[in-house]
Nanobody, 111 residues
Framework: VQVEESGGGLVQAGGSLRLSCVVS????????IAWYRQVPGKEREWVAA????????HYADSVKGRFTISKDDAKNTAFLQMNSLKPEDTAIYYC?????WGQGTQVTVSS
């Protein structure tokens, strides 16, 4: 199984980004997906998770109301829509399909 994130970049505070996570293999539709983020020197922080059928979704308090997690089983892809971005959202964002991880995508929010 391979996990690959994309969609990171540099954005001004208040802006939006949409991260994508492509997961190889044929079990995506029965798999839950989670997003994490990490700032160098700090522990990796859980951001959001979605159950295998999309019926169960959870967010960290720090992103609730601003971020939306979703998955498209036909494309083997999960998404993290990030709105109203803040400088404190700056981090490397990782997608996880237990026990696999992607390489991460950098999100930088300027003030």
């Amino acid at each position: 199984v391979q996990v690959e994130e994309s969609g990171g970049g540099l954005v001004q505070a208040g802006g939006s980004l949409r991260l994508s996570c492509v997961v190889s293999g044929n079990t995506f539709r029965t798999t839950s997906i989670a997003w994490y983020r990490q700032v160098p020197g700090k522990e990796r922080e859980w951001v959001a998770a979605i159950g295998w059928d999309g019926s169960i979704i959870h967010y960290a308090d720090s992103v609730k109301g601003r971020f939306t997690i979703s998955k498209d089983d036909a494309k083997n892809t999960a998404f993290l829509q990030m709105n109203s971005l803040k400088p404190e959202d700056t981090a490397i964002y990782y997608c996880s399909r237990t026990p696999y991880w992607g390489q991460g995508t950098q999100v930088t929010v300027s003030s």
